[in-house]
């Protein structure tokens, strides 16, 4: 027999529901990730009273959706969502029902759910309630909707990127019938907000598969979200630094940096720009020269597109901007790149470069991880001695140069420009004395 550890102010909901005469359940994701023994996120339940009986039998509450009969109940201000069971209605726009009708039945309230896997419910009184066989495809490991999947994803097209999420979350495969049907109304995805597709791909990229973003282009979820991703799983790359398909490298690559957001978004757009820019030499070797402005422009169009944030999207095409720079294995070159883009995106920059590298050919993986090495060694030093890497950190400021009689003006900006090259060449000269007397040779200079 299943037995779920419900935490304590859960079980306090659940038991004065009870206690009132209605019954009251754990459902949806946390059952299944208790069951899979994952932490759960949010403990959601549902129960027979209507809206305002829960709202009456707690002190206190919120209506975030009375309309669709939830209603959060904080118990020490923690939030949990009690939600009515529910037949939704005829939907009109692959997201909400017209209507809800609030029903006795749990078995109808759990039919309406997207996938087996998040349609249990369970207490302690109880036990499992499973009445779809959501059990059996978790031990099968498989992805199947309540039901007719077509009809599921008529509710909510966007079930059908969740559907992939969860297989890339859980390392889970899709039921045929349920990939079939997602083939056929991938393209009613148009009908979804840029937000909520936004979401999905994140979870997606984030999960132990990010390379399972596969399973959306084969699915043709790809084709409609972001056509872009298309064009680079058939761009071939006959060059002796790659083996594989455009495509196929990115998918490598996600797998081989870090489950950060930020980090596996730049890896998913580092090359789509070499669609744009391929050429092929008289020697049959393909060439993607520019390929990173390129690939910055396509990842700033479609995150503005999704509705990220503009914080996100800024450092994105940062990296990916410049996420082909080779430095020289010198401190100058080494400071140079990093104050090019920040030195706080330095170390996600070496990041970026390593997973980029281990999806090259074989043969060069190895000695370009050991050039990465030795740029880590000269970083390393560059830190260790506090190095100045950009204007905040020289030693002179506008202020000194007005005070040495410099008049305001846009030539201050320029003039501090020239001496923070010069110290990223010699990082002994950022003291202000030599800056000072740098600072008047230069003046002079330009006076003639």
């Known amino acids: 027999m299943t037995y779920i550890e419900i935490p304590t102010r859960a079980e306090q909901i659940l038991q004065v529901l009870r ?38 039998l707690f002190e206190r509450t919120v209506d975030t959706g009375i309309e669709h009969g939830t209603v959060t109940v904080l118990m020490d201000h923690e939030p949990f969502e009690v939600t009515t069971y529910r037949i939704d209605g005829i939907y009109e726009d692959c997201r909400h029902p017209r209507e809800v009708r609030f029903t006795s039945s749990l078995r109808e309230d759990l039919r309406r759910r997207d996938f087996t896997i998040n349609a249990m419910a369970y207490s302690h009184e109880t036990g499992l309630v499973d009445e779809f066989g959501g059990l059996e495809d978790m031990r099968n490991r498989v ?3 309540v039901g007719d999947p077509r009809e599921r994803f008529s509710e909510d097209a966007l079930r059908m990127m969740r559907a992939v999420r969860f297989a890339a979350q859980l390392g889970f495969t899709l039921e045929a019938r349920t990939r079939e049907a997602i083939r056929e109304m991938a393209g009613s995805l148009t009908h979804i907000s840029a937000e909520r597709i936004q979401t999905e791909l994140v979870k997606l990229l984030v999960s132990p598969h990010p390379h399972w973003i596969r399973l959306a282009y084969e699915c043709g979820i790809t084709a409609v979200i972001m056509p872009e991703f298309d064009r680079i799983m058939v761009q071939r790359q006959n060059n002796p630094h ?5 495509g196929e490298h990115t998918l ?37 020269r520019g390929h990173a402005a390129y690939s910055e422009k396509i990842a700033r169009r479609i995150m503005e597109n ?61 000695e370009k991880l050991d050039y990465l090495k030795e740029v880590r060694h000269i970083w390393e030093d560059i830190r260790l001695h506090s190095d100045c890497l950009s204007l905040q950190e020289l030693q002179l400021s506008g202020r000194d140069l007005i005070a040495d009689g410099m008049k305001p003006g846009p030539a201050i900006g320029g003039l501090l420009q020239r001496l923070l090259e010069d110290v990223l060449r010699f990082p002994e000269h950022n003291e202000r004395g030599f800056l000072l007397e740098e600072s008047r040779r230069l003046r002079m200079q330009a006076d003639g």
């Not at 890896?267 to 070499?274: I, S, Y």
């Not at 170390?347 to 980029?356: M, P, Q, T």
């Open 19 to 56: 206690q009132h005469g209605f019954e009251a359940y754990v459902v949806g994701g946390c059952v299944r990730d208790s069951v899979l023994r994952r932490q759960p996120g949010d403990w959601d339940i549902t129960t027979s009273a209507t809206p305002q009986q829960v709202k009456a």
């Open 143 to 145: 992805i199947r909707c």
């Open 242 to 246: 790659h083996a594989y398909t455009t």
């Open 252 to 288: 490598i690559a996600l797998q081989n940096i870090p489950s950060d957001r930020v980090l596996r978004l730049t890896m998913l757009f580092h090359d789509m720009g070499k669609p744009d820019v391929f050429t092929t030499d008289e020697t049959g070797r393909d060439h993607f």
């Open 306 to 366: 999704l509705r990220f944030d503009n914080a996100t999207v800024r450092t994105v095409c940062n990296l990916v901007r410049n996420h082909s720079w080779y430095p020289k294995l010198t401190g100058w070159d080494v400071r140079a790149c990093a104050f090019q883009m920040g030195p706080e995106l330095f170390d996600s920059f070496l990041l970026v470069k390593r997973a980029d590298i281990k999806a090259h050919h074989p043969d060069v993986i190895q």
